[in-house]
């Protein structure tokens, strides 16, 4: 009998592919919500910091034009901090897109593994039943072949 071969080999294999696809598009999306997230607290550390330096100009005393500047500079962190959260929550969306994606691509490979392995315990069964007939086959005709031999030796001896 021939090897045993998948009739579904070429779409298992594309569709793989396209599960590794949306897994390294998913690991992208993470890469980047990890890269906002990081950025958003480098922000929060610096307007921690330039709250801190504004609270000992006050007490220090400073010019109104310094410290207007620095309370600028603080607003314009909280509005990029703000603006880092939207980015998050936007990825946050994206990635659970993706992951239904990758889940979906997921079901998909796993549903041709298993019709594999239906068609492999097939082909096995197949196997067996063809060994069995040869088995059949050669004990019947080593019967015969000494029915035969039996047979003639009769003859030979009357």
Same mark, same amino acid.
């Given at each position: &009998?021939?090897?045993?071969?998948?009739?579904?080999?070429?779409? &298992?294999?594309?569709?793989?592919?396209?599960?590794?696809?949306?897994?390294?598009?998913?690991?992208?999306?993470?890469?980047?919500? !990890?890269?906002?997230? @990081?950025?958003? @607290?480098?922000?929060?550390?610096?307007?921690? *910091?330039? =709250? *801190?330096?504004?609270?000992?100009?006050?007490?220090?005393?400073?010019?109104? &034009?310094?410290?207007? &500047?620095?309370?600028?500079?603080?607003?314009?962190?909280?509005?990029?901090?703000?603006?880092?959260?939207?980015?998050?929550?936007?990825?946050?969306?994206?990635? =659970?897109?993706?992951?239904?994606?990758?889940?979906?691509?997921?079901?998909?490979?796993?549903?041709?593994? !298993?019709?594999? @392995?239906?068609?492999?315990? @097939?082909?096995?069964?197949?196997?067996? !039943? =063809?060994?069995?007939?040869?088995?059949? *086959?050669?004990?019947?005709?080593?019967?015969?072949?000494?029915?035969?031999?039996?047979?003639?030796?009769?003859?030979?001896?009357?």
């Amino acid at each position: &009998m021939k090897k045993f071969r998948f009739s579904l080999q070429k779409l &298992m294999d594309f569709r793989e592919q396209e599960l590794d696809r949306q897994k390294n598009a998913l690991s992208l999306l993470q890469a980047d919500l !990890k890269r906002i997230d @990081e950025s958003r @607290e480098d922000l929060i550390k610096k307007l921690s *910091e330039q =709250e *801190e330096q504004l609270e000992r100009v006050y007490k220090m005393g400073s010019t109104a &034009m310094d410290i207007s &500047m620095r309370k600028r500079y603080i607003v314009t962190l909280q509005q990029e901090i703000h603006i880092r959260e939207q980015q998050a929550e936007e990825k946050k969306a994206e990635i =659970e897109k993706q992951l239904s994606v990758v889940v979906d691509a997921t079901k998909d490979v796993k549903t041709l593994e !298993k019709l594999e @392995e239906k068609q492999l315990e @097939e082909y096995k069964h197949a196997v067996g !039943k =063809e060994n069995e007939q040869f088995i059949e *086959e050669f004990v019947s005709g080593q019967t015969v072949r000494a029915a035969n031999s039996a047979g003639n030796n009769a003859v030979i001896g009357e």
